[in-house]
């Protein structure tokens, strides 16, 4: 059974500062992972993708995939109030067959 | 550009009685996915559907609960009989298969409230 782990939290960070956000997954055959933002009460929204070692980044966001250490991170630089939500990790079963399998998320508190 | 639509918002059902949600996909994609989330948990995949047929319903529960994507209007998702248990947020998603990079986009979920 394909798993995906995340610290819960809640995980506070000052705004301006750097948020860590970690996940990892259980099935070393995973090529590719998705990162998803949901306020609460609200449906999730994409972030980033990344299939490829290494760093990815997008404006404040950067996604860095380790497949040897089975680890996916999100980091969030000059952190924003607006940043204030749970953070999804999910991993692509595979391609051809594409459900995503989700992390439980990390509840991230950006403190003014 | 629509994204992907979901009705109803909101739907309240006696135990016993049938839900019937409904997803619309983005223009242009041709997967349709169906997630379940319960209070305070993760999303949990039910099931995978291409027009006019199931690919994975690997996630879904075997009673009372059937899904179908026609080759004209919406994916339907329905469960029959509701139980409280099936209170959650119910939320579709849906993707190109042109795209290669298989981008998940959601809509903004059904909340079923059974009573």
């Known amino acids: 059974q394909k798993e995906v782990e995340q610290n819960s939290g809640p995980l506070s960070v000052p705004e301006g500062a750097i948020a860590s956000l970690n996940c990892t997954y259980s099935?070393?055959?995973?090529?590719?992972f998705f990162w998803y933002r949901q306020y609460s009460g609200k449906s999730p929204e994409l972030i980033m993708f990344?299939?490829?070692?290494g760093d990815k980044e997008d404006g404040r966001f950067t996604a860095q995939l380790n497949k040897a250490s089975q680890y996916v991170s999100l980091l969030i630089r000059d952190s924003q109030p607006s940043d204030s939500a749970t953070y999804l990790c999910?991993?692509?079963?595979?391609?051809?067959?594409?459900?995503?399998?989700f992390g439980t998320g990390t509840r991230l508190t950006i403190i003014p | 550009n629509a994204g992907v639509m979901q009705n109803p918002r909101h739907l309240v059902r006696r135990r016993g009685q049938e839900a019937r949600l409904r997803c619309s996909p983005m223009?242009?994609?041709?997967?349709v996915y169906w997630y379940r989330q319960l209070p305070e948990e993760g999303l949990k995949f039910m099931v995978y559907?291409?027009?006019?047929?199931?690919?994975?319903e690997s996630g879904m529960p075997k009673e009372r609960f059937s899904a179908e994507f026609p080759k004209e209007g919406p994916s339907i998702l329905r469960i029959q009989q509701v139980v409280r248990g099936d209170s959650a947020a119910y939320f579709c998603?849906?993707?190109?298969?042109?795209?290669?990079?298989?981008?998940?986009?959601f809509g903004p979920g059904t909340r079923l409230t059974v009573t």
């Open positions: 998603a849906s993707s190109s298969s042109g795209s290669g990079t298989y981008e998940q986009y």
């Open positions: 099935d070393r055959g995973s090529q590719s």
């Open positions: 990344i299939y490829s070692n």
């Open positions: 999910a991993d692509i079963s595979n391609f051809g067959n594409e459900k995503l399998t």
């Open positions: 223009k242009g994609h041709s997967h």
């Open positions: 559907l291409q027009k006019e047929n199931i690919i994975d």
